[in-house]
């Protein structure tokens, strides 16, 4: 069974202060490991996409990187407009119709 | 371009009464998926369509049907509701599987 395991719960930074958030994962054959960002009362937002270990992806001040059992988001000097819960999913190979399976997601809080 | 647009957004529903939620996308995407999201539980999947005309189980159908009789559209039923249908609902598409699209949700309470 694929799993996905997210931490922290929660992250409170203050502006300015870089961090990374953590995805590890189980899964029978990675085809795909993506990232979401949920403001509140909205749905997800697609951010990135790795395909193999070794990939990064970068969008503004958001890097995204992949191991063999692990992703993480790096936010580097991060603003208060970065506050949201950002989400990780993986896709199986030889799922034939893209479902993903979540990880319950990091709370982050970024202070003025 | 409105991407994926679900209705309503809120919904309140006696135990036992039906609805059906809409959801519509404009991407000409092939691959359509109904999650529920759950404090402390994650996005499961309900029921996905792999194109018009077809529809599937996924993790968590009790409770729930699906039709998929337009392309763009894809409408999540429930016959007769129960409070551990209490959940916020979201639309996906994706083209062919990968990268999904969500809508905005819609908060649902039974009571």
């Known amino acids: 069974e694929d799993q996905v395991t997210q931490s922290p719960e929660a992250l409170r930074l203050q502006e300015g202060e870089s961090s990374s958030l953590n995805c590890s994962y189980t899964v029978s054959g990675l085809r795909g490991l993506f990232w979401y960002r949920q403001d509140p009362g909205k749905g997800p937002e697609f951010l990135f996409t790795l395909y193999s270990a070794g990939e990064e992806k970068e969008k503004e001040r958001l890097k995204a990187t992949l191991t063999k059992k692990e992703s993480f988001l790096h936010i580097t000097a991060p603003k208060p407009e970065d506050s949201a819960t950002y989400l990780c999913a993986v896709q199986a190979r030889g799922t034939s119709y893209g479902k993903l399976t979540f990880g319950q997601g990091t709370i982050l809080t970024v202070h003025p | ?111």
């Open chain 2, 1 to 111: 371009n409105a991407g994926v647009t679900q209705t309503p957004k809120f919904r309140v529903l006696k135990t036992g009464q039906s609805m059906t939620l809409l959801c519509a996308q404009d991407m000409n995407h092939e691959y359509m998926y109904w999650y529920r999201q759950d404090p402390g539980m994650g996005l499961r999947l309900i029921h996905y369509s792999v194109g018009e005309g077809t529809t599937a189980k996924g993790e968590v159908p009790d409770g729930y049907n699906v039709s998929r009789l337009k392309k763009q559209n894809f409408l999540l039923g429930l016959e007769s509701a129960a409070p551990s249908q209490t959940s916020v609902y979201f639309c996906a598409s994706s083209y062919r599987g990968f990268e999904a699209f969500f809508g905005q949700g819609t908060r649902l309470t039974v009571v």
